[in-house]
């Protein structure tokens, strides 16, 4: 059996040490951080993909350079597995404790440890493709992961500058290639192809859509969504803005989906750009987010977030199921987490299946797998919606025994290929926004009027241990400290439609706190209270506590 290439990693490893005196942490979004502290991570990434890849015989990984929705100055980095899915869980500390190894000794060892543990055959190949995002510190940093894979000697594909969304799809494709199961041609044209055909085919012979404004986040998605309107033949006219990918600092800055999320406002850049009525997505940096806003006719903001798109994609795709007559062969669900807004899980739990799950795509993506056809959208507009294989040898399989049927089954069959099923990416649920939209006659504001959400408010409370708190029942309750979550509900019952839960971060030593209630001041009210039991819990000092916790 071969042996591990010491020698090469450890020359190698020479040029990329670690950093004294900083830790790092493998998560739901892989490393993120400051891109200075990197390069060390970067290349210890890469020789753990090509031992992924050869744990799974050959079969080729993915690994993304990006920070997504962060600062310009972050990056980040995380590996995707054959199917375009997130690494497996179980593979997370493994990478942390790579990331982690002081030394290019304690390296080694650890990589030892690693191919013992996981039964790792070292003589299999090693195949790798690779992408990173707009960021200035992506290039030093893909050298470092291109050292990784040198010290392997695994085979590789240079993606270049793209989406996240677009490599989770290379890998899917790269590893069905030529089965039965292809997720189709593996290449940014076969990308494009295939979401711009589809939603094409969902859209002919509706009315002409007026002008989309998609604000690029000043990021990679500014590249992408002009090379996928010419792929649109006038099917969707968009208007382009904040695409300033040279332009230092200008990423995530005051745009994108994080932004219009996180303020609830228009990005100042939108100002004098959006007219009354008309519809506007932002992407984030990477182009895996989606946040849909309108102005109404007095100029007032409406968001349109990840709750919004659930409703109105599960509720079409619940109705074409029926159409069809598949109800009982094809069980539709939605998944979301407790931050969803109480209005969407009263609407759509009227309708169909809902389960809830704590944070993180991961969660979701597992949860929805467990359905038919399985809708998730975290209220930050990531998202996706996915079809089991059986659920798609059905639709296309299907037999129709009406013209209504007919139709109804073809839009299925579309929505499939214009969906992309990988991860969560914002052109390809743009588009299926947008296909919906048409078939309902809908703009923004009919749209938005499915249901009214509660007011809400998402409040940060600094605390010297989050590990204190413990929850249960997908972080909708705290189970430490003791007597914590009593208080909550007490003053929970002093609010008309209140809700609220309490959950720690899983990177910083905060808690946040989350509230719902009829009216926005006391949602806000209700946000501030339960911060202030947070903060005096946590055993913070009176004199430093923030004024606005009551």
Not at 341 to 354: D, E, F, H, I, W
């Amino acid at each position: 059996m071969a042996a591990l290439p010491v020698d090469d990693i450890r020359r190698l490893s020479d040029l990329h040490p670690k950093p004294v005196d900083v830790g790092y942490q493998y998560g739901t979004a892989g490393f993120r951080t400051s891109g200075k502290i990197l390069d060390s991570v970067l290349f210890r990434v890469g020789i753990l993909a090509a031992l992924r890849s050869k744990r799974l015989d050959g079969k080729t990984i993915g690994v993304m350079v990006t920070a997504s929705h962060n600062p310009e100055h972050d990056n980040g980095v995380k590996l995707v597995d054959p199917r375009g899915e997130m690494l497996e869980s179980s593979w997370e500390s493994h990478a942390t404790v790579l990331a982690n190894a002081s030394s290019t000794d304690e390296l080694i060892s650890a990589l030892h440890d690693l191919i013992k543990i996981a039964k790792i055959d070292v003589s299999k190949p090693a195949r790798v493709v690779y992408a990173r995002d707009t960021r200035p510190s992506g290039p030093t940093l893909v050298a470092a992961l291109e050292d990784g894979f040198k010290a392997m000697g695994a085979e590789t594909r240079n993606a270049g500058v793209t989406t996240t969304p677009l490599l989770h799809y290379l890998v899917r494709t790269i590893n069905t290639k030529g089965t039965k199961d292809s997720y189709g041609d593996d290449s940014e044209e076969g990308y494009y192809t295939k979401l711009s055909s589809a939603f094409n085919k969902l859209i002919a012979g509706r009315p002409p859509r007026s002008p989309l404004v998609i604000d690029c986040a000043n990021g990679v998605g500014a590249p992408a969504a002009k090379i996928l309107s010419r792929y649109l033949q006038n099917s969707l006219p968009i208007e382009l803005e904040n695409t300033a990918i040279d332009t230092s600092g200008a990423l995530n800055n005051a745009c994108g989906a994080d932004f219009v999320k996180v303020n609830q406002k228009l990005p100042p850049s939108l100002v004098n750009v959006l007219q009354p009525g008309q519809r506007a997505c932002s992407l984030d940096g990477d182009a895996d987010r989606l946040m849909y806003f309108y102005l109404d006719e007095r100029r007032q903001f409406h968001m349109l977030d990840g709750d919004k798109i659930t409703t109105l994609v599960a509720s079409f795709i619940v109705d074409l199921v029926k159409v069809v007559s598949l109800e009982e062969e094809l069980r539709v669900g939605v998944v979301q987490t407790a931050y969803a807004n109480g209005s969407s899980t009263k609407y759509l739990s009227a309708r169909l299946p809902v389960k809830c799950v704590p944070t993180g795509v991961k969660h979701l993506h597992h949860a929805a797998e467990q359905y038919d056809i399985g809708v998730y959208f975290e209220a930050n507009g990531h998202g996706t919606v996915l079809f089991s294989q059986p659920a798609q040898d059905l639709i296309f399989s299907h037999k129709p025994s009406t013209p209504a049927q007919s139709t109804a089954l073809t839009h299925l069959q579309n929505i499939i290929n214009v969906v992309n099923q990988t991860v969560g990416d914002a052109l390809s649920d743009m588009l299926l926004v947008e296909a919906v939209l048409a078939h309902r006659s809908y703009g923004g504001a009919e749209w938005d009027s499915l249901y009214a959400d509660l007011p809400s408010r998402l409040v940060k409370v600094v605390v010297s241990d989050r590990n204190a708190f413990k929850t249960e029942d997908a972080e909708r309750r705290l189970v430490s400290p003791p007597g914590l979550q009593a208080k909550i509900d007490e003053l929970v019952k002093k609010y008309d439609g209140g809700r609220s839960f309490v959950r720690p971060s899983g990177t910083e030593d905060v808690v946040r706190v989350y509230a719902e209630a009829a009216l926005k001041g006391q949602a806000d009210e209700l946000a501030f209270r339960v911060a202030g039991l947070v903060y005096d819990e946590a055993g913070g000092d009176p004199a430093q506590r923030p004024k606005e916790f009551l």
